[in-house]
């Protein structure tokens, strides 16, 4: 199939029941959890949101999003906490998607990159 745009895309996984989890690491980010929440509306994810608790909440009412008990809140205390977090669950199984919400870049890769409890495999 020839995909002309984003849209086309989006219509050819809405209605198939496939859906994958995010993990939004540092998702106090209002506009990270702003694209999370929308595509979750749409059926397309499982948002797994990991940071402070009450400021993602705060966000989501800022949004006016419906928060339901599907979405996955874990609170943590901290950038590296949340980035270790979010890497553990793609490691187990328990996210697919690893996304950068409100912390900086280099705090997700040295999660990643960790060689003991990171996404490191030995290998390019």
Do not use: C, W
Request: aromatic share 8%; charged share 30%; no cysteine.
């Amino acid at each position: 199939m020839l995909y002309t745009n984003f849209d086309d895309i989006l219509k050819s996984v809405e209605n198939t029941g496939f859906r994958k989890k995010v993990a939004l690491v540092g998702a106090e980010d209002i506009h990270a959890l702003h694209a999370v929440l929308n595509v979750y509306e749409k059926g397309l994810i499982q948002p797994v949101l990991i940071g402070d608790e009450r400021e993602i909440k705060k966000g989501i009412n800022k949004l006016e999003a419906e928060f339901t008990q599907d979405i996955k809140i874990y609170d943590v205390k901290g950038k590296e906490e949340a980035a270790q977090l979010g890497v553990k669950f793609i490691k187990s199984n328990e996210a697919d998607f690893l996304m950068k919400g409100s912390l900086e870049t280099s705090q997700l890769l040295k999660a990643v990159v960790d060689k003991e409890k990171g996404l490191y495999t030995g290998a390019v």
